[in-house]
Each structure stands twice: as C-alpha cells, then as structure tokens.
C-alpha cells in the first residue's frame, strides 16, 4: 500500500452557497453548496520562473526553454482527478498561443474552429493555476503564471466539476473550437486573465455551444466570468455567482451572451464593474 507521510489537510477555494436557488431568493436553503476542494498531494508545477523567456542562451527574449502543456490528453474516457497543476505555458502570457498553451489540454486546434471530437472527459477535484495549499493557492507573479488552466479544443460531453482555478494570465477555462455539450459544475474560478483583461474565467466560444455552466463561483475575473464569444449558443448559466468580475478595461460584464437559446437563471451578480449580462 501506500503510506502518505505529510497529508494535505488544506481546503482551498470558496466553501459558502451560490446563485439564488428556485426560489430566487440568496442565502436560503435551496441554493448550491461549494465545499472547497481537498488540498491534492500531487503538485505539477513548471516552476518558479522555469522557461524564464530569453534565458535558454539561445538567443536574446526566446522562449525555447518554456514548458508550454502541462497535461497533454489526446484521447477519449481521460480522467484527471485530485492533483495540483500550475505554471505551465510561455512565460510571458501576453505573447503566448491561447489556443495550445497551459496546465492541462485536451484536444488540439486543427484550424478553421475545429479540434478532433474526444468524448468522456472528466476533470474534477483538482486545483489549477496555484499551489495546493490555502497559503499556496494565491498569485504566482509575473513569469510564473499559467497561460490557460484548461485547454479544451474540440472535445465533446467534458464535465469540470469541483475544481480551484485560479491565477491564470488568459483563461481559466477555454472550452473552443466546436467543444459541445461541457459542463462546468461546482467550480471555484476566480483571478484569471491577470495578463489579458479581455479574456474570461470561463469561456465557451469558437462554434462550441450547448453547455452547463451551473454552480459555480465566480470572482474576480479580469473580463467576464463567463464569456460566450462565438458560441453557437443553447448554453445554460444558472445558479452561479458572480462577484466583482470585469475587473479590467476591456471586457466589464459579469456575463457576455453569443448565439441563440441560451439560458441565464437563478445567477446572483454583484459588484460588477460594468453589466451583469446584457443581450
């Protein structure tokens, strides 16, 4: 068997109640519950300023020595539970490919909006973008920060459930490409895009559509905590809460609808610098 020496008996993330319940009322006994995510004994991490651009003494600003993909899953039925990951992609977030850098990718972007179509996808319990720990789980800094958290490019039917992401310079989660039919469930997703305030703590774009977004906590995201930029819509967003997101100069909204039938319900927005979520 295996004998864990120095457990992790953190919790990290929000533990506390979202969105407003079918009764359209907050703080009552109907609205979801986050409990926090179980601080992983496994941490990935590129490191403290590992691929540090122009440091490879190649040649001056290169970014040969960057560790772009954490996770790289090019497969059906992956499951990627109860770890730590951060740190992963160009060192300087601004220039890095938002489409094929990050902690964890699934899929790829084989151009013109399409990815390969992977099914059976699950990412849970994990905490993304920081460290493990309560202490730990804060921002990185410059040079040390993920690029995107999760990476999905084509993929259909994934579910992100209970999860920390957090800290990211682009995006938190970045469901794209034709992705369809992703839920994203009882997630802690705050402080993302610190290095690109137009990009979300959640977005589901690029001919991606038909997801659940439902649950989750939401706070201060540079842009918006969930963009549907390009999406083919029928997107449901109920029962999160948004708080203090659209910190940036670009993108203000708590929420940004693209494509049609898409569904906000039952979502508490507060604080937010621009819209809650304007049609």
Same mark, same amino acid.
């Given at each position: 068997?295996?004998?864990?020496?120095?457990?992790?008996?953190?919790?990290?993330?929000?533990?506390?109640?979202?969105?407003?319940?079918?009764?359209?009322?907050?703080?009552?006994?109907?609205?979801?519950?986050?409990?926090?995510?179980?601080?992983?004994?496994?941490?990935?991490?590129?490191?403290?300023?590992?691929?540090?651009?122009?440091?490879?003494?190649?040649?001056?600003?290169?970014?040969?020595?960057?560790?772009?993909?954490?996770?790289?899953?090019?497969?059906?039925?992956?499951?990627?539970?109860?770890?730590?990951?951060?740190?992963?992609?160009?060192?300087?977030?601004?220039?890095?490919?938002?489409?094929?850098?990050?902690?964890?990718?699934?899929?790829?972007?084989?151009?013109?909006?399409?990815?390969?179509?992977?099914?059976?996808?699950?990412?849970?319990?994990?905490?993304?973008?920081?460290?493990?720990?309560?202490?730990?789980?804060?921002?990185?800094?410059?040079?040390?920060?993920?690029?995107?958290?999760?990476?999905?490019?084509?993929?259909?039917?994934?579910?992100?459930?209970? /999860? =920390?992401?957090?800290?990211?310079?682009?995006? %938190?989660?970045? $469901?794209? !490409?034709?992705?369809? +039919?992703?839920? &994203? @469930? #009882?997630?802690?997703?705050?402080? /993302? =895009?610190?290095?690109?305030?137009?990009?979300? %703590?959640?977005? $589901?774009? !690029?001919?991606?559509? +038909?997801?659940? &977004? @439902? #649950?989750?906590?939401?706070?201060? /995201?540079?842009?918006?905590?969930?963009?549907?930029?390009?999406?083919?819509?029928? !997107?449901?967003?109920?029962?999160?809460?948004?708080?203090?997101?659209?910190?940036?100069?670009?993108?203000?909204?708590?929420?940004?609808?693209?494509?049609?039938?898409?569904?906000?319900?039952?979502?508490?927005?507060?604080?937010?610098?621009?819209?809650?979520?304007?049609?």
């Amino acid at each position: 068997g295996t004998t864990i020496i120095t457990p992790n008996t953190s919790i990290v993330g929000y533990v506390g109640q979202v969105g407003l319940g079918a009764d359209a009322i907050a703080g009552t006994a109907d609205d979801p519950t986050l409990s926090g995510v179980q601080g992983p004994q496994l941490e990935i991490a590129a490191g403290p300023s590992v691929g540090l651009d122009g440091t490879s003494g190649v040649s001056p600003g290169d970014t040969l020595d960057d560790v772009l993909i954490g996770l790289d899953i090019q497969a059906n039925n992956a499951t990627i539970r109860r770890i730590d990951i951060h740190g992963f992609g160009r060192d300087d977030t601004t220039n890095a490919d938002l489409y094929a850098e990050g902690d964890i990718r699934i899929g790829e972007d084989l151009g013109g909006d399409a990815g390969p179509d992977f099914t059976g996808t699950l990412i849970e319990y994990n905490v993304i973008g920081a460290g493990p720990t309560v202490s730990t789980f804060v921002d990185p800094g410059v040079n040390n920060r993920s690029v995107d958290g999760i990476l999905a490019a084509g993929p259909d039917g994934g579910i992100i459930q209970y /999860n =920390a992401i957090g800290f990211t310079g682009r995006m %938190g989660a970045f $469901i794209t !490409n034709g992705a369809d +039919g992703w839920m &994203v @469930t #009882g997630n802690d997703v705050r402080f /993302n =895009a610190l290095e690109h305030d137009d990009q979300d %703590g959640v977005a $589901i774009g !690029n001919l991606s559509g +038909g997801g659940i &977004v @439902t #649950g989750n906590y939401f706070y201060q /995201n540079l842009a918006q905590g969930v963009d549907l930029y390009r999406s083919t819509g029928g !997107n449901t967003i109920q029962n999160n809460t948004f708080e203090q997101n659209g910190q940036g100069t670009s993108e203000t909204n708590a929420v940004r609808l693209f494509g049609t039938d898409n569904n906000v319900s039952y979502n508490l927005i507060r604080d937010t610098n621009g819209a809650g979520a304007p049609a």
